[in-house]
């Protein structure tokens, strides 16, 4: 089993930056490919980044591209999300997930993610 905690969330202005990170426990999670989401009230849960096991491959919503990057340090079983240039529409709960079954593939379903975190909130005012 894994747990994942996030953290780094808070309030900023737009056109800040914030870096939050996901620590695994219980089992390491340098095999299995991990992403974020975010839901925003009233919006269903959505697909922020992704990364692959060894950090060599990323994928981004076409929101963010550009402002957001994804990585990894396998040693510390932790997962990062830079966030910059922070828009309003940014603000939501994000979620970190590791999916156990990717086959190489970096998905963007939450559903093909096998555990969760708790979620950290970010504010973007404007």
């Known amino acids: 089993q894994v747990q994942l905690v996030e953290s780094g969330g808070g309030l900023v202005q737009a056109g800040g930056s914030l870096r939050l990170s996901c620590a695994a426990s219980?089992?390491?999670?340098?095999?299995?490919?991990a992403g974020w989401f975010r839901q925003a009230p009233g919006n269903e849960r959505e697909f922020v980044a992704a990364i692959s096991w060894g950090g060599g491959s990323t994928s981004y919503a076409d929101s963010v591209k550009g402002r957001i990057t994804i990585s990894r340090d396998n040693a510390k079983n932790t997962v990062f999300l830079q966030m910059n240039s922070l828009k309003p529409e940014d603000t939501a709960v994000y979620y970190c997930?590791?999916?156990?079954?990717?086959?190489?593939?970096?998905?963007?379903?939450?559903?093909?993610?096998?555990?969760w975190g708790q979620g950290t909130q970010v504010t973007v005012s404007s």
């Open positions: 219980g089992r390491s999670i340098w095999t299995y490919a």
């Open positions: 997930a590791v999916d156990r079954g990717s086959g190489g593939k970096l998905d963007t379903k939450w559903f093909e993610y096998d555990y």
